[in-house]
Nanobody, 119 residues
């Protein structure tokens, strides 16, 4: 089993930056992929970015391209989401998620960390 714990959320003004961290413990075997999702009040969960722990291949949703960067530190089993030029519409609860290579769905989830961007 894999446990994921997020940290780094908070309140920031529009245009500011935050860095989220996700610590993974357990069996993150070769091919494990980790991602960030977010959910704003009254809205569904939205994919933000993902990264392969072995390959480093990244994907982003269009609305964060050029502003957010996902990265990993395999020695510490950490995944980061650097968020720059934050906008009020980025306000949401951000969740870390993980899946194995042969799984279509993300099966491991953290409890989330709140990000609030004030205008």
């Amino acid at each position: 089993q894999v446990q994921l714990v997020e940290s780094g959320g908070g309140l920031v003004q529009a245009g500011g930056s935050l860095r989220l961290s996700c610590a993974a413990s357990g069996r993150t075997s070769s091919g494990y992929r980790m991602a960030w999702f977010r959910q704003a009040p009254g809205k569904g969960r939205e994919f933000v970015a993902s990264i392969g722990l072995s390959t480093g291949t990244t994907y982003y949703t269009d609305s964060v391209k050029g502003r957010f960067t996902i990265s990993r530190d395999n020695t510490e089993n950490l995944v980061y989401l650097q968020m720059n030029s934050l906008k009020p519409e980025d306000t949401a609860n951000y969740y870390c998620a993980g899946r194995y290579r042969d799984s279509a769905d993300y099966v491991h989830w953290g409890r989330g960390t709140q990000v609030t961007v004030s205008s």
